[in-house]
Structures are given as C-alpha cells and as structure tokens.
C-alpha cells in the first residue's frame, strides 16, 4: 500500500504584506527579506532531505536566476504569477515563460497571489496543468469558501489542488494556523485530515523565516518569525516524515491523470 502524499509548498514572492498595513518598502528589501528566509530554508530542506513544490514570482526569479536554477535541480517551480502586488491576464503566460527559461524545466503549475479568485479557464488556457489557489474554509476578511469543493478535483484538464483543510469543521492547515495555534494542535489535524484524504496540501513562505519583528504588522503574522520559526517547521517536518512521503504537485499530478 503506497504511503500518504504530502505536497508542502513555499511561495517565494516579494516581501510586500506590511504594504497591506501602510508601510512602503523599498523593492531591494522586499527581495532580500524573502531571500535571506529562503537559504535558511533551504538548508532546512536539505538536511532532512525532503523536495517541495515553489511557487515563484517571476519578478523574485529575474532577481536571482542563478539560485532558482539552483533550486530546480531538486524541487519544482511552479508559477506564483508575474509580481505579487499586482496581476494580469497575460501574467500568467509571461510568468510560466519566464519561469520555464530560468528554471530548464516545465512550469505546469499555478497558484494566485494571496489566493485570490481566479478564472480557471484562463489558467488552463495559458498552458498550466493544475492550479492550486483556493483556501476552502472561512476566515473573515481573508476567505470565503467554505461550501466549495475541499479536496482536490477536476475542472475539465485543470487539476485543481486545494489547500488542505481537516474534514466537517474545515480548520486551515498553513501558515496563520501553524503561527497562531500550538503545534500539538495542527499535528493533531494534520494526522485527522492525512487519514480522511490520503494527502497533505500545505503552504508556507520564505520571509516566515526572516525576523520580521520589526515591520508594522499585526501580531498574529509577526509571531513566530525568523530562527524561531524554524524550528517550529523542523520539529513539524521531522514529524511529518513519519505519517507519509513527501511528493511534488507535479508527482501527486500523476495519480489523477484523467
């Protein structure tokens, strides 16, 4: 019997949420505030050998080319559109171009910037194989979808890859969850939600991994940043490990070629 998929996923983006909250940064920092969190986290990655899928800004890629070609050789790089702060249809063409020439692999995937509604036909029109770009759960102001489809599903060719959330209650297993609720917790859900659906979609991103205790942020994404969190991923990796085997969106694709 093959082992449960866990897709773990990072979105490397610019670094713009304090935007949300009135600060104005400067593009250099909002590149290296992501940059410095990412080869922390790859080290991670690397020591316990596990592959993830990243989703990448192509704005974030043209910066550093050299090490997302790098990280290719591993992971999978999907598409997190053009730039963070901003989109367009055609984004989602020029992105996967872009993304595909720094990479040398295929780009197949795509998900929105802080998933936000999106026209699956024209994801599929721009050549993407699955899209994974809804949260189905409800969390005012963030999220809306608690009647759609939780688990992971067709729309025509489009595999879409929801994130996961545990069965009845939808409790959302990423990132805010992971900063906001103990750690014994989201274990507790993650084994709930892995045994029902036979697979994990999670979602994290670099900068979690920066201190970002200095920027004007509310205290629920501040918390948790930089070494401290970390650790907390190492230990909830290290668990991980044990209930199932880590695979890309593009190997868990495969499963559910129509």
Avoid at 24 to 34: A, C, F, G, P
Avoid at 73 to 81: C, L, M, T, V
Wanted: glycine share 2%; hydrophobic share 40%.
């Amino acid at each position: 019997m093959s082992r449960p998929s866990i897709l773990l996923s990072f979105d490397i983006e610019e670094f713009d949420i304090p935007e949300e909250y009135n600060q104005k940064l400067e593009e250099t920092t909002k590149i290296s505030v992501s940059l410095k969190g990412l080869k922390a986290l790859l080290e991670l990655l690397e020591q316990l050998n596990i592959k993830v899928t990243f989703f990448v800004t192509a704005n974030f890629a043209l910066q550093n080319q050299s090490l997302i070609k790098e990280i290719a050789k591993k992971h999978e790089i999907a598409s997190h559109g053009f730039y963070h702060s901003s989109f367009q249809v055609e984004d989602l063409t020029t992105s996967k171009q872009a993304l595909s020439e720094i990479s040398q692999q295929p780009v197949l995937g795509f998900r929105m910037a802080r998933l936000q509604p999106i026209d699956e036909r024209e994801i599929e029109k721009a050549g993407y194989l699955y899209n994974s770009s809804m949260n189905p759960t409800y969390i005012p102001g963030r999220y809306n979808n608690f009647f759609k489809k939780r688990t992971v599903c067709y729309s025509n060719n489009l595999l879409n890859v929801p994130v996961s959330v545990t069965p009845l209650i939808r409790f959302p297993l990423f990132w805010l969850s992971f900063k906001n609720f103990p750690l014994v917790l989201i274990k507790f859900a993650s084994k709930l939600t892995l045994n029902h659906d036979a697979y994990l979609s999670l979602y994290f991103h670099p900068w979690e991994f920066t201190d970002i205790t200095s920027f004007n942020l509310p205290f629920y994404i501040k918390r948790y940043s930089g070494h401290v969190m970390l650790l907390r991923l190492k230990n909830y990796l290290i668990w991980l490990k044990n209930q199932g085997e880590f695979v890309t969106f593009s190997e868990f694709r495969e499963k559910f070629n129509p």
